[in-house]
């Protein structure tokens, strides 16, 4: 039977610390915050065998983070190759047992994870309080530390937004009575570094001596990464090739400016497709992109995505009333250059 890894010396079922999310600093915001994530590191998230999320920026929140799936399909070597990457990672730990995902839906919400922490890299791969397979994990600027994941038995239908975003009431309805606990090959239950303080693990609050060594890597895990950042390098060229020769390549070449599209955690720079309205909405600016002034501002919430903030109801009555407007001064137009008849 396997358990998790509680990074005291023994071993614990990880379960999650809170049952909402909140941010950093502590302030009680209590929305449901989502992430769109490329396949198949989506799924590998939600099916506890990926702990760690990699992004340039550090977590805006503590607590429940939804996973939706992009609806770039991945192929079979990009699975492959992340697969290999895991095979590879936990066999440092003697686990060679692990269950991948039978398949890897897309535009798809999969589940949700409890973010408890986040860490630098160099904080991450010298923690020797974890198991070395999750320090090998630390491939990115920043290190979001997942525990507790939980699978949608049904997995939901909807459409992605850039960044840390709201889900949608009556999907987080739906999707919160049809979750699934998930016990991954080592679940991994993160010590706080002041227990009385669920926020306190966060960038900085590590210390290492300067002589610290970080995790030697052998051979073939050393070739195992190199092989995930190469995939998740060339899947992110794919993306850029086919959004410029999209009809819409101006607008969706933008986007490929604002992510993280070159981590080996298959972040995505904006999943949007539709209507124009929804993509000028995406281009206004991100509380979460990885700035200096973003880094010092803990009181960020997660953006509302367009149908929250504004309603399909609403969307729908402007366009009749800017089409009737259309209409109306198309007709002035004619009247106006029409010749009187002698």
Request: hydrophobic share 30%.
């Amino acid at each position: 039977m396997r358990g998790g890894y509680s990074g005291r010396g023994g071993f614990a079922f990880a379960g999650g610390r809170h049952s909402s999310s909140r941010s950093n600093d502590g302030s009680g915001y209590h929305g449901n915050p989502c992430l769109t994530m490329h396949q198949p590191w989506a799924s590998l998230l939600v099916h506890g065998i990926k702990r760690v999320e990699g992004r340039s920026w550090p977590s805006p929140i503590t607590g429940r983070l939804w996973i939706h799936a992009a609806s770039k399909v991945p192929d079979p070597d990009t699975i492959k190759a992340m697969e290999d990457f895991y095979r590879e990672i936990y066999a440092v730990n003697g686990i060679t047992d692990i269950k991948f995902p039978d398949h890897y839906p897309v535009s798809r919400l999969l589940g949700c994870v409890e973010v408890v922490g986040c860490l630098r890299s160099e904080e991450l791969v010298c923690w020797e309080h974890v198991p070395e397979s999750v320090r090998l994990e630390g491939l990115t600027d920043f290190c979001w530390l997942c525990e507790n994941p939980q699978k949608l038995v049904v997995p939901f239908e909807m459409r992605g937004y850039q960044g840390v975003y709201n889900l949608e009431r009556r999907i987080y309805d739906g999707a919160v009575r049809g979750l699934s606990p998930v016990q991954g090959p080592l679940p991994v239950k993160f010590p706080l570094p002041d227990p009385r303080d669920p926020f306190s693990l966060k960038p900085g609050s590590l210390t290492f001596a300067a002589n610290k060594t970080t995790l030697q890597k052998s051979a073939s895990v050393t070739a195992a990464i190199a092989g995930a950042q190469a995939a998740a390098t060339q899947f992110s060229k794919k993306d850029l090739k086919d959004a410029t020769s999209s009809e819409t390549g101006t607008q969706e070449q933008s986007w490929a400016s604002h992510g993280d599209s070159s981590s080996v955690d298959g972040n995505v720079p904006s999943i949007v497709h539709g209507s124009t309205a929804y993509l000028q909405n995406q281009n206004q600016p991100s509380s979460f992109q990885s700035t200096p002034a973003y880094s010092q501002n803990p009181n960020s919430k997660p953006r509302r995505s367009p149908r929250l903030e504004f309603g399909g109801a609403s969307n729908r009555l402007v366009a009749v009333a800017l089409s009737e407007l259309k209409q109306l001064s198309l007709s002035k137009n004619r009247a106006g250059q029409a010749v009187p008849r002698s």
